[in-house]
């Protein structure tokens, strides 16, 4: 008979999606013995729920393409794919005044901000861009500089400028043109059928949903899921005795020849690999790295977008559109998003929901706002495109905001040595800066997970 393996000890530090779906499928494989650490008093990350009265929804506005193939099989992981839902969707346009819809061949063909002949070669550089299959050419090319030699100036200036300025801010100056190139791509592959017309989906009950389902399936897996548990440092191969508080009672076998210890606020751990989904600064916050090597030395480099978003719950719908897209330089927020194009009212209880972000690099003076100056200045600048806007319409409002959120990328990002294998063995990185050149969203990070995932395995061979 053959001896039973012993599984390996693993600490998941950091229980956004990323974090969850790196411990679900590590259990899984049934090699590893998983400890997931939050330092939230709840799951998710960015896409954590909020409650008002009865509505239970997304902090951040969420969607699900049919194109998010790794998302999808994640949620039918989750025994949850008979919630899902889809919906045709439509996008429109706001500028000079001029509120436009975006989603047919036909809406183009009317769209006012743009001549015949702009239309025309907006088109070919929307088809060239998709059917583009050397990729590492716009590693080396700032996101203006590609899409002024694919579209022209006036179209750059008049369309794709406005844009990138309301979803990168000045850092859009310094994005590489692979970005905007993702963006393209994965947006183009949610138009299906003939009419490509857009069609997204959700899962009844939001997120909310899928992080509940998560949590039971992780219990399943034999997961513990320590929450409320900020990392306050991660030590490495220290000749001292362990002192296992967090794990005592879970009969994890421990190779003291590997040592790598989790210190919380709820006391000591010790485990023989650690993955870290969490921010860059918070990594090198809590590691003993040698700030020198070119490892540390990237990672210092990662910036992050922030983002502040007005959240308001409305006794009315806006428009038919799920995001209209603005032209006008001097509007504060990125976007108009109406949740509840995609969502069915009658699942928050006939109302509407609308998101207001605003992407930041660095300093800006909207930090400094208190969260009520930040609701009034977004709502007087939504009256501007919805002028019978009425105040008792608005039932509520709520400011969220997140310090790191879209990391931004530089030229030849592929270049530099950002693995999951990082200079200290046992600890491996799973974090959104491994997201080179590319929009963040969950289908992406659960991507990226499942890779890492199959790194680990591949390491006990």
Request: net charge positive.
């Amino acid at each position: 008979m053959q001896p039973k393996r012993k599984r390996v000890s693993v600490a998941v530090i950091g229980g956004g999606i990323t974090g969850i779906t790196a411990a679900l499928y590590l259990a899984k494989t049934g090699r590893f013995r998983v400890i997931l650490f939050e330092k939230k008093k709840e799951l998710g990350g960015l896409s954590r729920s909020y409650q008002w009265k009865d509505i239970v929804w997304d902090r951040f506005y969420h969607v699900i393409l049919s194109t998010d193939t790794h998302l999808l099989e994640l949620i039918e992981e989750l025994k949850i794919s008979q919630k899902l839902f889809w919906k045709d969707t439509k996008s429109g346009f706001y500028g000079d005044g001029k509120l436009v819809p975006f989603s047919s061949a036909l809406d183009f063909i009317r769209f006012p901000f743009l001549s015949i002949f702009q239309k025309f070669r907006m088109a070919l550089g929307i088809l060239y861009g998709v059917r583009l299959e050397n990729k590492v050419k716009l590693q080396r090319l700032y996101v203006g500089q590609w899409l002024t030699k694919v579209f022209g100036r006036r179209l750059y200036e008049k369309f794709w400028g406005p844009l990138l300025r309301s979803k990168l801010g000045d850092a859009r100056e310094k994005t590489p043109a692979i970005f905007i190139w993702d963006t393209i791509v994965r947006l183009y592959g949610a138009r299906k059928g003939a009419t490509k017309k857009e069609k997204m989906g959700h899962v009844c009950g939001g997120y909310n949903r899928i992080l509940d389902a998560a949590e039971k399936r992780l219990s399943e897996l034999d997961v513990k899921i320590i929450k409320n548990s900020a990392i306050l440092a991660v030590n490495i191969n220290e000749n001292r005795p362990i002192i296992n508080n967090i794990s005592k009672d879970t009969n994890i076998s421990i190779d003291q020849s590997v040592k790598i210890e989790v210190v919380t606020g709820k006391g000591r751990d010790v485990f023989e690999k650690v993955v870290l989904t969490i921010p860059c600064p918070e990594i090198l916050s809590i590691l003993p790295v040698d700030h020198e090597k070119p490892y540390w030395v990237q990672l210092k480099k990662v910036r992050y977008l922030s983002v502040v978003c007005t959240f308001l719950v409305l006794t009315r719908s806006l428009s038919p559109y799920y995001v209209i897209n603005l032209l006008d330089r001097d509007i504060p927020f990125t976007g108009i998003i109406e949740a509840t194009n995609i969502v069915d009212p009658d699942q928050i209880g006939g109302k509407h929901l609308i998101y207001l972000p605003k992407y930041i690099e660095g300093d800006s003076p909207i930090k400094s706002l208190s969260d009520d100056q930040i609701a009034d200045l977004f709502v007087e600048n939504l009256r501007r495109v919805f002028p019978d806007l009425k105040d008792r319409e608005i039932v509520h409002r709520r400011i969220f905001r997140e310090t790191h959120v879209q990391p931004l990328s530089e030229l030849n990002a592929l270049a530099y040595n950002l693995t999951a294998k990082t200079p200290i063995p046992g600890v491996y990185l799973l974090n959104t800066a491994m997201l080179a050149n590319t929009t963040l969203n969950n289908n992406a990070v659960v991507t990226m997970a499942r890779r890492v995932v199959k790194e680990i395995r591949r390491s006990l061979i």
